[in-house]
């Protein structure tokens, strides 16, 4: 059993977060997640998708005239950076809202795999924990705004790095998502952020295969408006699987 726990990829959770979702006790608490989601998500990418034929153009032009004929390459390219940026910059704006939703989500999928509440779980703790929670978030803010930054200046080297550009925003993208996501589980624990990020280091392969579906799911249309929801379970089933036993004591200890 242990073995066929280790052997389960980032894309068996993706799968079965969209399963987890439907379970009767868990809809209810889907429904905040994904209302705030569709709120600033949905508005954000109608906006994006009517600007950017405005700015593709701008981006292509900040190539030198004797290398225009790559238009073809850095065109796509260029397209795919633009949505990958403003994918995950909107996303982790709305999983900084949605956080105490998604937190509540989290704990209550443990506790229906696992037959164990947390001890202090419900709405009373969740307004307790609230400026925790939010402190929580600024801390992924924190590492992701410098890193973020560098891959954007890397975007205006001509060729190399509209070219390597979208290739490291796609892979920082996906180690992003891992971090977003299963950082409620392991937060609902109290599981600090930097020992978090070292035992999700472990098992990046995993990890990143996890994040990249959701990162490829968050930049298209419509299946970007559940997204939320699915990746909070499908981390959450990953916590469970692979992770609590490390981070908490069985009872009775």
């Excluded at 950017?52 to 190539?63: D, K, R, Y």
């Amino acid at each position: 059993m242990l073995n066929d726990i280790k052997s389960r990829s980032g894309f068996h959770y993706f799968v079965r977060g969209w399963r987890l979702i439907t379970l009767p006790g868990i809809r209810r608490f889907v429904i905040l997640p994904l209302l705030v989601n569709i709120l600033l998500l949905g508005g954000a990418f109608w906006w994006l998708y009517s600007r950017l034929h405005l700015w593709i153009p701008q981006l292509v032009e900040h190539m030198p005239a004797w290398l225009h004929w790559l238009g073809y390459i850095i065109w796509p390219l260029s397209i795919l950076a633009v949505v990958l940026i403003f994918s995950y910059f909107f996303s982790t704006v709305a999983n900084a809202i949605a956080a105490p939703f998604s937190g509540m989500l989290s704990e209550q999928l443990e506790a229906r795999l696992t037959g164990r509440r947390l001890p202090d779980s419900g709405v009373v703790a969740l307004l307790k924990d609230l400026p925790r929670v939010m402190h929580r978030e600024w801390l992924k803010l924190r590492y992701y705004l410098p890193r973020a930054l560098i891959l954007l200046i890397l975007h205006f080297i001509p060729v190399f790095g509209q070219t390597a550009a979208p290739v490291l925003w796609f892979f920082f993208g996906a180690w992003m998502m891992t971090i977003q996501y299963c950082d409620y589980p392991f937060d609902n624990h109290k599981v600090g952020f930097a020992a978090m990020r070292h035992a999700l280091r472990r098992h990046k392969i995993r990890n990143m295969q996890f994040g990249a579906m959701v990162g490829i799911c968050t930049a298209i249309p419509v299946l970007n408006l559940l997204i939320m929801p699915v990746a909070v379970c499908g981390a959450t089933a990953m916590w469970v699987d692979s992770y609590r036993d490390e981070f908490t004591k069985p009872t009775g200890q």
